[in-house]
């Protein structure tokens, strides 16, 4: 039904940048959230960012300021920019769309890509 793309990961020294895009494809609607969550090791799932078709934007605490969302709503693509890396951010990254199928509101995620910010 919904299928999500990342690219963008990979390994990066402390203060460094990356850039993360996801696009989707399928049953995409025209009203969702598309944002990013991350996991690192033994860790659970955390929202990092997230915003919504009308641009509103949900930013976990630990990365306000460093950390940027944007969207192409009309190419269904989402990306994060990450600046001033550190290697607590070190996590593996998903893409996920939060969006209402039959009237229940339904979870898609990516395959997930590696961040790695290490020296």
């Known amino acids: 039904q919904v299928q999500l793309v990342e690219s963008g990961g990979g390994l990066v020294q402390p203060g460094g940048s990356l850039r993360l895009s996801c696009a989707a494809s399928?049953?995409?609607?025209?009203?969702?959230?598309m944002g990013w969550y991350r996991q690192a090791q033994g860790k659970t799932r955390e929202l990092v960012a997230a915003?919504?078709?009308?641009?509103?934007?949900n930013y976990a605490g630990s990365v306000k300021g460093r950390f940027t969302i944007s969207r192409d709503n009309a190419k269904n693509t989402v990306f994060l920019q990450m600046n001033s890396l550190k290697p607590e951010d070190t996590a593996v990254y998903y893409c996920n769309v939060y969006q209402p199928m039959g009237g229940v509101w339904m979870n898609y995620w990516g395959q997930g890509t590696q961040v790695t910010v290490s020296s």
């Open positions: 915003m919504d078709t009308g641009g509103r934007t």
């Open positions: 399928g049953s995409i609607l025209s009203v969702n959230d």
